[in-house]
């Protein structure tokens, strides 16, 4: 699994952030979501899905 943030879209809601710390950070100020794991194992898998299903500007996509 890739996960891939499209930087033009994110306006740093940082829902993706609560629902998968492991794999995204936002910093005080950030105005984008840092991405700090773009190839999260398997177990992280279901909390991915969640940060891309709360994210509201659908910035967030998984690739296979």
């Known amino acids: 699994m890739k996960v891939v943030v499209d930087l033009d879209v994110c306006q740093a809601h ?3 952030v609560v629902a998968a710390p492991e794999v995204f950070d ?3 100020g ?3 979501v840092t991405l700090i794991n773009s190839e999260p ?3 992280l898998h279901a909390k991915v899905e969640k940060a891309v299903e709360d994210c509201p500007t659908n910035a967030i996509r998984i690739e296979d």
């Open 14 to 16: 940082g829902d993706c």
């Open 26 to 28: 936002l910093g005080d």
């Open 30 to 32: 950030d105005d984008v």
């Open 41 to 43: 194992g398997e177990e």
